[in-house]
């Protein structure tokens, strides 16, 4: 596989121009709304078409038809998007509709975990795919049914956070000063013998529906890096090679919001490639900053001062931050936005130089500049007042 990857969309939606080339991490970012979703979506479809079609016949799903394929995939309603001057290339292959089940050798490639996960399991636990309807997109069934297939065979009682041997301890200590606060998080049956997700604090056991919207969040998404980070000796699972995260700052406090960068940057060092869609300045702050670290030939022990982990947890992951700042490993931020008729547009704004004359690039996508207007507001209003 290349160094990098590209994806290209042209007139899907309202996703006129946009060109995505892929690193070992890439980041998208963008306003509500501008499609980011979307595009991970296509280049799911154009690595996994057969799976994902595989997954949709198993379900009962009549997938003979192209135009309303896409509605499968990507959601009821979806298939009106593709129109006669669509295309949709994978490193410079062209992906029709009628071409998506041919994609891919029918084992998944790409590792999707998608925004509002909580949703998929607000009764307490992930449903099957089938269970889901055809307007949740595919991603997001797929993913559900990953977390209903890892845990399904445990019994009552069974603990799913702190597990010693799926986690480095530095991770899960981090993880709890972050998320759970000495919680322990299991699994039990009801009275109907249907497993529930519950937070165990001393005496208090409380069902999902009472956590705080970041511990339903981070859930789901540490579960499905469980699958991610195998206990054996093997470092990845053979198979996948790229994993997709969306929104990973769903619900979470900053310091949680690092504690899953710092879980990224294990995933890269086992070999995956690592996608992300963000809202968040402190996502590209962290790939600003390994990008700065490079630059300087920072000594490895940086990575980890930055994550806030004592000098005798750096040891064990003297490789991860090593990873982290190896040159061969591509870092790519993209922005997405609407320009004056309403299309969205793709730019490559990866030096995210804060001096670059280029105020998407300097401004983070964005990002940056909000807050930095809210500082400029308010050193105007104390220059008002000194002159008063």
């Excluded at 795919?129 to 949740?136: H, I, M, P, S, V």
Aim: glycine letters at 8%; charged letters at 25%; hydrophobic letters at 45%.
């Amino acid at each position: 596989m290349s160094s990098t990857v590209t994806l290209a969309i042209k007139n899907f939606a309202h996703l006129s121009d946009v060109c995505l080339e892929f690193g070992d991490l890439t980041v998208l970012v963008g306003a509500q709304g501008v499609g980011k979703s979307l595009a991970l979506q296509w280049l799911k479809t154009a690595i996994d078409g057969k799976q994902i079609v595989a997954a949709l016949r198993d379900a009962g799903q009549n997938v003979e038809q192209p135009e309303k394929l896409v509605d499968l995939i990507f959601g009821v309603g979806m298939g009106g998007a593709w129109s006669a001057g669509t295309t949709i290339k994978f490193d410079g292959r062209p992906l029709s509709r009628a071409a998506i089940k041919k994609r891919g050798h029918g084992k998944e490639k790409v590792f999707f975990i998608p925004a509002h996960r909580a949703m998929l399991i607000s009764d307490g636990w992930a449903a099957p795919f089938q269970k889901l309807t055809a307007e949740t997109p595919v991603v997001a069934r797929l993913f559900s049914q990953n977390l209903f297939d890892l845990f399904s065979p445990a019994t009552k009682g069974d603990k799913l956070f702190p597990l010693e041997r799926v986690l480095k301890k530095q991770y899960r200590d981090l993880i709890d000063e972050a998320v759970f606060h000495g919680g322990t998080v299991g699994l039990e049956e009801d009275a109907h013998h249907a497993k529930r997700l519950k937070l165990t604090h001393g005496t208090a056991q409380l069902p999902f529906m009472t956590w705080t919207a970041g511990q339903r969040e981070f859930t789901p998404l540490l579960l499905g890096l469980y699958h991610l980070l195998p206990p054996r000796k093997l470092i990845k699972q053979p198979d996948i090679d790229w994993v997709v995260i969306e929104e990973p700052e769903m619900g979470l406090h900053p310091q949680a919001v690092t504690v899953v960068m710092l879980l990224c940057l294990d995933l890269l060092w086992r070999g995956y490639r690592v996608v992300l869609s963000t809202h968040s300045p402190l996502v590209l702050t962290v790939v600003w900053m390994l990008g700065r670290l490079r630059e300087t030939h920072a000594r490895w022990q940086r990575v980890c001062d930055a994550f806030g982990l004592d000098k005798s947890s750096h040891g064990p992951l003297k490789k991860v931050a090593e990873t982290a700042l190896n040159k061969s490993k591509v870092l790519k931020t993209h922005l997405l936005s609407l320009d004056g008729a309403g299309l969205v547009r793709s730019k490559d704004i990866s030096t995210l130089n804060p001096a670059d004359e280029d105020d998407d690039v300097s401004g983070w996508g964005g990002l940056a500049g909000f807050s930095s207007q809210f500082g400029e507001t308010v050193r105007r209003a104390a220059n008002d007042e000194a002159n008063r």
